[in-house]
């Protein structure tokens, strides 16, 4: 499963981090070889701190798409459904998102109870991550 995960969330990552870096100023990778730096001194010294917010946030843009990913996860496992109160442990080697869309459409009246409180599961721990990104981008870029 996270042999997927990480096929389907690498090439975003990638992709968005190449595009930042190549947005880095000419000037700044010019003036950092016209001052002697190798290359890989250029690439460590402008390069990488002029994207690092950007690479931050394509981790967590790769993160919430691994987080709400729920298709893949089933079509892969297909689990049997149980129920269990314990919101993060529903199912064994399942996401939460998928344990909400496997479970709903048989879920009786505390069935359905306990996929919503999973699912407020899931929006918390979404946005706690998102606050933690917001944060770090600010404070690389103060």
């Known amino acids: ?13 990638t992709s968005m981090s190449r595009d930042i ?18 290359k890989w001194e250029m690439v460590k010294l402008a390069v990488l701190p002029f994207g690092k917010s950007g690479v931050v946030s394509a981790s967590m843009l790769g ?4 987080l709400g990913e729920t298709m893949a996860v089933l079509m ?3 689990p049997g459904l149980n129920y269990s109160i314990k919101l993060l442990q529903a199912s064994q080697n399942q996401t939460i998102a998928a344990n909400i869309a496997a479970q709903y459409p048989e879920a009786n009246d505390l069935g359905v109870s306990v996929l919503i409180g999973t699912g407020l ?9 998102n606050f933690i990104a917001r944060k770090l981008t600010e404070k690389a870029s103060a």
């Open 121 to 129: 599961v899931l929006f918390l721990i979404t946005f706690v991550v």
């Open 1 to 13: 499963m996270a042999v997927v995960l990480a096929v389907m969330i690498l090439p975003i990552i």
């Open 76 to 78: 892969i496992l297909s």
């Open 21 to 38: 870096f190549m947005q880095t100023p000419r000037l700044q990778e010019e003036a950092a070889l016209a001052l002697g730096a190798t």
């Open 63 to 66: 993160l919430g798409r691994a």
